[in-house]
């Protein structure tokens, strides 16, 4: 497995593919959880204030929600950026995409990006669509679910990554 993980990471646009997601991710929530407020303000701030106030929104996301939450999208786009170099790399040497893990890794994506922290906080999907209250009334306030896609996203990093050395050509 980590001599997979070095073929992988030891190629720099790999590293920065995993970043690159990662990044994404992170962006994604904070524009989610703060697109009610760029409805409302930017129409009144003018071009520049606007600018001033998404940057400010974007880089000052990690102070409006819990630490639990942030930590738990930074790992969850750490993860997904890892998965997705894994598959890259994977698919530029065999040109065959990885199936077999195809359904967990889905479900863990959609996990992740559906509640990537406290939905309370109003951060990830489900609480654009208005259903945060209802994640929130779990026993640890929608956590769970971020804690479910990371054990998911780990299985299917470790499932891709095992299958990653072993050839699936039919044989002769």
């Known amino acids: 497995m980590f001599r997979v993980w070095k073929?992988?990471?030891?190629?720099?646009?790999?590293i920065f593919i995993t970043l690159v997601i990662a990044m994404g991710f992170y962006l994604a929530n904070a524009v989610l959880a703060n697109i009610q407020n760029y409805s409302v303000w930017i129409p009144e701030l003018g071009f520049f204030n606007s600018l001033e106030f998404i940057r400010e929104s974007l880089f000052g996301f990690h102070e409006t929600i819990t630490i639990t939450t942030f930590y738990s999208i930074i790992v969850i786009g750490l993860l997904t950026g890892i998965f997705f170099s894994i598959i890259h790399c994977k698919f530029s040497l065999t040109r065959k995409q990885e199936t077999s893990s195809g359904l967990i890794s889905t479900i863990a994506l959609f996990?992740?990006?559906?509640?990537?922290?406290?939905?309370?906080?109003?951060?990830?999907v489900i609480a654009l669509l208005g259903f945060g209250s209802s994640i929130a009334a779990l026993p640890f306030q929608g956590t769970e679910i971020s804690f479910i896609a990371i054990l998911l996203l780990c299985y299917s990093i470790i499932k891709v990554t095992s299958s990653f050395a072993r050839c699936s050509l039919p044989k002769k």
Not at 7 to 14: A, D, M, N, R, S
Not at 111 to 124: I, K, N, T, W, Y
């Open 111 to 124: 996990l992740g990006f559906l509640v990537p922290g406290c939905a309370a906080c109003g951060v990830g």
């Open 7 to 14: 073929l992988v990471f030891g190629q720099p646009k790999y």
